[in-house]
């Protein structure tokens, strides 16, 4: 497969001198080193990459502009559970004790938070969500 030949390598070169992504970073290499001669197996296997994925890269870089090819695509995710009135009733239980929440507890647990957001919100969180809720991180 010819990919990348009305992509210029200095152009390429330019574009990873701007860039200071990770992500970006690769992909960019990646495309410099197809465009010197680097086989998509053998970049596959430089990086770890599966041969589709280079692929996929390459083809990225033939279809969009090179900057919006070596970075990644908004991507959505699942919506959220709860909404953020929920959330914030969330953290001001978490911040009182169990008690204060009618459940017989000294302090929070993972399982507890998982039953307290069951019990008033009839919505299931992972142990290690529920763990995320309970300390804080995002």
Do not use: H
């Not at 080193?33 to 430089?46: E, I, N, P, R, S």
Request: net charge neutral; proline share 4%.
């Amino acid at each position: 497969m010819a990919c990348l030949e009305n992509v210029s390598t200095n152009d390429l070169r330019d574009a990873l001198d701007d860039t200071d992504d990770v992500r970006s970073t690769k992909r960019l290499m990646v495309a410099i080193a197809y465009k010197q001669g680097v086989t998509q197996t053998d970049l596959a296997d430089w990086y770890g990459l599966s041969r589709k994925t280079i692929y996929n890269w390459l083809q990225r870089f033939e279809e969009d502009s090179i900057r919006n090819a070596a970075s990644d695509k908004d991507r959505p995710g699942r919506p959220p559970k709860l909404d953020p009135e929920e959330r914030t009733e969330v953290r001001q239980l978490l911040k009182k004790s169990p008690e204060n929440a009618g459940y017989d507890a000294g302090k929070w647990s993972s399982s507890l938070v998982q039953r307290l957001l069951e019990d008033r919100f009839d919505v299931k969180y992972s142990r290690t969500s529920a763990y995320r809720l309970l300390t804080g991180d995002k």
